[in-house]
């Protein structure tokens, strides 16, 4: 079994983005373990195992789930786990 960590911001409201994440993920792969907690604020930090995959306090983006799939059948298969690719920002604007 893959264990995802799912660290987010709670004052951000960043839980529905995790839950959505969880609900792919489990879809996909049913014998995977998500786990969401509320973390540091602007946080979603995702870890498979112990591994850190994504970051969007280094990136300022959400994870591509897609992306996620893939590294959780990598660790599924034993091999190397890489950076997820992030989603686009779509709604931000610079004034």
């Known amino acids: 079994m893959v264990n995802v960590d799912v ?8 839980a529905l983005q995790c839950h959505l994440l969880r609900q792919f993920l ?3 792969a049913p014998d995977v ?4 907690h509320q973390g540091r604020r602007g946080s979603f930090e995702v870890k498979i195992g112990e591994q ?3 970051s969007k306090l280094s990136c300022l983006a959400f994870p591509q789930h ?4 893939t590294q959780v059948r990598r660790a599924e298969r034993g091999e190397p786990l890489e ?4 989603a686009p920002i779509k709604d931000c604007s610079v004034m």
């Open 26 to 28: 489990q879809d996909a």
């Open 33 to 36: 373990q998500v786990t969401c």
């Open 7 to 14: 660290e987010y911001c709670g004052v951000c409201n960043f």
């Open 66 to 69: 897609e992306s996620v799939l």
């Open 52 to 54: 850190l995959v994504h």
């Open 83 to 86: 950076s997820v690719k992030e």
